[in-house]
C-alpha cells in the first residue's frame, strides 16, 4: 500500500515558519499537492452542452444551466484567484453520486459534516505537513506575529452567488461573537485565547483584506485556523442572516412572531450556527443558509432517513488543469438503525464511504478488497493514546483520593497494557503513557515511559499510600472507612470505539484486582453530557489527542486543564466554561492558583511568534504535565483501515485522521470522483 510521504518530525513547518530573528513571511499560495499525481485516466465521453470558450471547464451539469440562462458562465461564478486543488492520483470524471451511510438523526455527526460542513481560511496539506491558504489567498504577520493581515479571494460567491466579502468576516467576529445578545458571556471564540479575547480587535480594511489584533504574539494562529476550532469564520454570511438580526432589521419583532419564536436571538439560533458550533441545525437542517462549501443541501433529513446535496455551481476551487470542482454532482446521505445496518450497506456495495469504520471488521474490509468491492486506506492515528483512563480531581466526595498521585500511579501499575494491545488494538502498538508520539518534536520520554510496567506488587504498594484498609471481601475503603466504590463511566455509542464497553469491562477487572470496587456505567453520550456538566464524573475511560507532530498544541486537553475532554479537571473545566458563557453546567470548582498558571504556560507558548519558540514552551508544557501525571494512558501505535468503494477515485492510500485534520476535509472531497460514472471528462 502506498503511503503519502509523510515526515512526522518536520509537521507543521509550512509556508508559515517565521524566521529565526523572528521575522515572518508572508503566506503565499501554493497548488495542493499530493505524494505523487499519476496519469489521467480513460473515461466515457458523452455529449456536452455547447457554451462560449471560457478559461475554466465545468460540468454538464452546471453547464446545461448556463446554456438555460439559469446560471452565468462559469468565469463569471470563479473568483479572480481561485484556490488549486491537485487531485491526489489522475484528474477526475465530473458527475454521480456519493452514497455515504450513517447512524441515527444528524447527517452532520454522522459524518457528512467532515464531507461539506465547512470551509477553513488556511487548510492542512494532504500529507498533514503544513497549512496553506484556502479560502484567503495571503494570511501576513508583523513582526512580532501579533497582527494578521488577511486577503480574500475577489469574486468569490456564496452558494446563492451573492458576493464573499470582508463584509461576511466583519459578520461573524462584531455581529455575532461581539454582539450583546448572542454572546451575553462577552467575546469569545475558539480560535482566540482566552488570556487575548478581552483585548482582541477586528479591522476591516476593505472589501477584500480583514486585521485580526491580537494584544501579544499569536504565532501558531494559522495552524488554529485551519483546525476544528477555526472553522466557523465562512459559517455567517451577512446578506441571509441580517434579516434575523435586530441591528439590521428593525421589524424583528414581526419577523420572531411570524417564525415562532421567543426572542429574536432564538430567531437567528434557528437559522444560524451558535456560538461553540452547531452545524447540524445550522446547515443541514435549513437548506436556506448559503454556503461555500462543494455542495449545498437541497433535501435535509428532517424526520426521514435520506439527506441529500447537490454542487455549489459558485463553488471557488479548480484543479490544476482549470476544471472547476468538485467533479461529484450529489451527496446522498443515508441513516442506518445501526452500525451493522451500515456495515453490511457498506459490504454489499449500497453505500459508498462510512465515517469510524468499526475496526473489528478488519478480516471483511481485507477480503472485500481482495475481491474488488472495497478499497482500503490506511488511517495513521494522530492520538497521543488509545486508552485513557482518567480520575476526577475535583469529585466533591473522591477528589482528594483520586488527586494524589500515589493513587494514579498505583493504578497505572495495574493496567496490562500488552492484554489491551492484543485484544483491543489487533495486536498492533506498544506500551504508553498519554504523550507525543515519538516522532513528534514535543515527545517526552518520561512523558511515554514513566510507570509502565505490570506490575501488582507495585500496585499496591503505592494504592496501600493512598487506602491502606481493606473489608473482609479485600476491597480497599475510604478515608472514612466507607466502601471506597469507583464508578467508571464508559460511552457506548461512539463509532470510533466501537469496543469501548468491552475495553470498560476488562478496566474494571484491572481495578478490582488490587482492590479497588470499581464498576461500569456504559451510557450514550447524550446522558454523559448531564453527568460531566454537573461534575457527576469520578472516572472516565476515553482515547487521547494530541500526539501527532505539534498537536498537542492545537488539542492540549491531556496536557493542561481547561479542555473538554480533560476529565481529571472536570469541575474546574465548568468554572472555565461557566466563565465563557456554557450554560447547563452545576457543581462548577474554582481552580487554585497553580491550575491558573498551568493553564497560562500553555496560552504563552501558543503565543510565540517563532515555532522555534513553540516548541521550546511547549516541551515545558508537558514537562509540567509529567509531573502531574494527570491520566493513565495503555499504548500508542498501530493503523487502522478506511473502506470505501472502490470506484471512488482520487482516494488517498493513506492519511492522518483526527479531529484537527477535519476526518475527511483533509483529503480534499472536492477532487473525489467516481470512477464508473458515465460523463465527461475534464479536458
Known amino acids: 500500500m502506498r503511503k503519502l510521504n509523510i515526515l512526522l518530525s518536520l509537521l507543521l513547518a509550512f509556508a508559515f515558519v517565521l524566521s529565526a530573528c523572528g521575522q515572518p513571511t508572508p503566506v503565499a499560495e501554493q497548488p495542493t499537492q499530493p505524494a505523487a499525481p499519476a496519469q489521467a485516466t480513460e473515461a466515457p465521453t458523452a455529449e456536452q452542452p455547447i457554451a462560449p ?27 479572480e484567484n481561485p484556490r488549486v486543488v491537485t487531485p491526489f492520483k489522475e484528474t477526475g470524471v465530473y458527475g454521480g453520486e456519493l452514497q455515504f451511510g450513517f447512524t441515527g438523526g444528524s447527517a452532520a455527526w454522522g459524518g457528512m459534516l467532515y464531507l461539506a460542513g465547512w470551509e477553513h481560511l ?84 476593505d472589501d477584500y483584506t480583514v486585521k485580526f489584533i491580537f494584544p501579544k504574539s499569536y504565532g501558531t494562529f494559522p495552524m488554529i485556523l485551519a483546525e476544528w476550532q477555526g472553522r466557523q469564520f465562512a459559517m455567517y454570511p451577512k446578506h441571509y442572516l441580517k434579516q434575523f438580526h435586530a441591528k439590521y432589521n428593525d421589524k424583528i419583532d414581526e419577523l420572531v412572531k411570524a417564525e415562532g419564536q421567543e426572542s429574536w436571538v432564538a430567531l437567528f439560533f434557528a437559522k444560524a450556527p451558535a456560538n461553540w458550533g452547531d452545524p447540524d441545525a445550522a446547515f443541514f437542517r ?49 441513516s442506518f438503525q445501526d452500525d451493522q445496518a451500515r456495515l453490511l450497506a457498506l459490504l454489499n456495495g449500497d453505500i459508498d464511504l462510512i465515517k469510524d469504520p468499526p475496526s473489528d471488521a478488519r478480516p471483511q474490509y481485507i477480503e472485500a478488497a481482495d475481491a474488488g468491492k472495497l478499497a482500503l486506506s490506511e488511517m495513521l492515528g494522530d492520538g497521543a493514546n488509545g ?96 466502601p471506597f466504590k469507583i464508578i467508571l463511566v464508559v460511552i457506548n455509542n461512539w463509532t470510533w470505539a466501537p469496543n469501548n464497553t468491552q475495553v470498560g469491562e476488562k478496566t474494571v477487572e484491572y481495578l478490582r484486582a488490587v482492590g479497588l470496587d470499581a464498576q461500569m456505567n456504559a451510557m450514550p453520550d447524550q446522558q454523559w453530557e448531564t453527568v460531566w456538566k454537573t461534575n457527576q464524573v469520578e472516572a472516565f475511560l476515553s482515547t487521547g489527542e494530541g500526539g501527532a507532530g505539534l498537536t498537542a498544541m492545537l488539542d492540549p486537553r491531556n496536557y493542561v486543564p481547561f479542555e473538554q475532554y480533560g476529565h481529571y479537571s472536570n469541575g474546574w473545566n465548568l ?22 498558571d498551568a493553564r497560562q504556560q500553555y496560552n504563552d507558548a ?75 471528462s475534464p479536458p
Open 53 to 79: 470558450a471560457s478559461k475554466y471547464n465545468e460540468s454538464p451539469m452546471t453547464a446545461e444551466l448556463v446554456q438555460a440562462g439559469k446560471l452565468p458562465p462559469v468565469d463569471e461564478r470563479l473568483p
Open 122 to 205: 488556511t487548510s492542512w496539506k494532504p500529507d498533514f505537513s503544513g497549512v496553506e491558504p484556502n479560502i484567503l489567498e495571503s494570511l501576513d504577520a508583523n513582526a512580532d506575529s501579533s497582527v494578521w493581515t488577511a486577503k480574500l479571494r475577489k469574486g468569490m460567491k456564496w452558494s446563492d452567488g451573492e458576493p464573499f466579502t470582508a463584509d461576511d468576516i466583519a459578520f461573524y467576529v462584531e455581529d455575532f461573537l461581539m454582539d450583546p445578545d448572542l454572546s451575553p458571556a462577552g467575546f469569545g471564540a475558539d480560535w482566540c485565547p482566552s488570556d487575548m479575547a478581552k483585548d482582541f480587535k477586528f479591522e476591516k480594511v
Open 286 to 334: 435549513n437548506p436556506d443558509l448559503p454556503t461555500i462549501g462543494p455542495w449545498r443541501v437541497v433535501q435535509p433529513l428532517g424526520a426521514g432517513t435520506t439527506i441529500v446535496m447537490e454542487r455549489n455551481p459558485y463553488y471557488w476551487k479548480v484543479d490544476d488543469k482549470g476544471n472547476q470542482l468538485p467533479y461529484i454532482d450529489k451527496l446522498v446521505g443515508t
Open 387 to 482: 486508552y485513557v483512563l482518567q480520575f476526577n480531581w475535583t469529585h466533591p466526595e473522591k477528589g482528594a483520593v483520586f488527586s494524589d498521585k500515589n493513587f494514579r500511579i498505583g493504578v497505572s501499575y495495574a493496567i496490562n497494557r500488552e492484554e489491551l494491545i492484543d485484544l483491543f488494538n489487533q495486536g498492533q502498538g506498544y506500551p504508553s503513557q498519554i504523550c507525543p508520539q515519538p516522532s513528534s518534536p514535543l515527545f517526552n520520554e518520561k512523558c511515554s515511559k514513566q510507570y509502565l510496567e505490570y506490575d501488582l506488587a507495585k500496585a499496591n504498594e503505592y494504592l496501600d499510600k493512598v487506602l491502606p484498609n481493606k473489608d473482609a471481601n479485600g476491597m480497599r475503603l475510604g478515608p472514612d472507612g466507607k
Open 575 to 596: 468554572w472555565w466554561f461557566k466563565q465563557r458563557g456554557t450554560t447547563g453546567i452545576e457543581g462548577e470548582v474554582e481552580p487554585p492558583q497553580w491550575v491558573l
Open 606 to 680: 501558543i503565543s510565540k511568534p517563532t515555532q522555534e519558540e513553540q516548541i521550546a514552551a511547549m516541551k515545558k508544557v508537558i514537562e509540567f504535565a509529567t509531573e502531574q501525571f494527570y491520566g493513565i494512558g495503555g499504548y500508542q501505535g498501530g493503523t487502522s483501515l478506511q473502506p470505501y468503494n472502490a470506484r471512488i477515485g482520487n482516494f488517498a492510500d493513506s492519511w492522518y485522521v483526527g479531529w484537527i485534520e477535519g476526518v475527511f476535509k483533509i483529503l480534499y472531497p472536492e477532487q473525489w470522483y467516481i470512477k464508473q460514472y458515465s460523463s465527461v
